[in-house]
């Protein structure tokens, strides 16, 4: 597993408890999409605003490529 899903699994699961339960798992799948959800829209308002400042047309596309990453988190 990555470091950044040991993280949300030590957060999200009691200690001691088997993090394979179907309760458990669906909580840290939700935390996870958050995760991607807030990330995405991070990277779409930078890509944006350099985009926007260096009047690059591939940078603003690849925003707006981001931003439809981000709906399918």
Avoid at 23 to 43: C, D, E, P, V
Wanted: avoid cysteine; charged fraction near 10%.
């Amino acid at each position: 597993m990555t470091f950044l899903a040991d993280y949300i699994i030590r957060k999200h699961v009691p200690a001691g408890q088997n993090p394979e339960l179907p309760a458990l798992r669906g909580n840290i799948g939700i935390a996870q999409g958050w995760i991607s959800i807030i990330t995405n829209l991070f990277l779409f308002i930078i890509k944006l605003i350099f985009g926007f400042l260096s009047n690059s047309i591939a940078l603003i596309a690849d925003a707006f490529h981001t931003l439809s990453d981000m709906a399918s988190s």
